[in-house]
Each structure stands twice: as structure tokens, then as C-alpha cells.
């Protein structure tokens, strides 16, 4: 089984970067291949975790963050990017978390492939 890290940076508005690696990221976890898909959120794209967040074309971006969470990929929020936010108190989407710097070392180096948006 295939092991993928996607990385967005991407915020959840401004451009469809971000509404591009969730697309990618559904395609993955729902293929027959069944690939171990890891989604961590870093910089602007912490905000992605808050619920009701919209993308670049007004889509919302809540329901395809839950479909991905009901497929078991696990999505994580950098701690130092929400905290910069101001992100780290406020809840997030359930089924998302707060990972540290150390969760996307280990996630890298467990990866067959890395993803960056």
C-alpha cells in the first residue's frame, strides 16, 4: 500500500490550490488502490480546519474535509501556524487535530510520495 503526505499551504480562499489538493486527495482516498492518504495543513491553510471556510469560487470547503475524514484520512493542523492564527482554541471541523512539526517529520520520511500545494 502506497503512502501519501499532501502539504497545503494553500489558504482556503484567494485561489483554488487549496480546493485542488482536497479534489486530489478525495481521488486518492477513493481509488481501488486504497493508498494511506495524510493531509497536513501549514501556514494559511490552518484556517481550512475552522468550520465554514469557502475557497477562491465560493465553494464550500466543509463538506469535502468531512468526506475525507469519513474515508480515514487523517488531517492535521501545524500547532505554530494555528497558534499564529489564532486558530488553536477555536474548534475545528471533527475529525481534525493539532499536529506538530515532529508528526510531519515523521509523516515525511513514512511517505512514498509527498504532496505540496
Do not use: W
Request: charged share 15%; aromatic share 2%; with cysteine.
Amino acid at each position: 500500500m502506497q503512502n501519501i503526505l499532501i502539504i497545503i499551504h494553500a489558504a482556503p480562499y484567494g485561489s483554488e490550490r487549496c480546493l485542488s489538493a482536497l479534489r486530489l486527495a478525495s481521488a486518492l482516498a477513493g481509488s481501488d488502490q486504497k493508498p494511506e492518504v495524510r493531509i497536513f495543513l501549514m501556514s494559511d491553510a490552518t484556517v481550512l480546519g475552522l468550520p465554514n471556510q469557502i475557497d477562491g469560487t465560493g465553494n464550500g470547503l466543509q463538506g469535502m474535509v468531512e468526506q475525507l475524514v469519513a474515508q480515514d484520512v487523517d488531517i492535521r493542523l501545524c500547532r505554530t501556524c494555528a497558534q499564529a492564527r489564532g486558530l488553536s482554541d477555536l474548534p475545528l471541523i471533527p475529525g481534525l487535530a493539532i499536529g506538530t512539526l515532529v508528526e510531519l517529520a515523521e509523516a515525511t520520511l513514512a511517505a512514498d510520495k509527498v504532496i505540496t500545494f
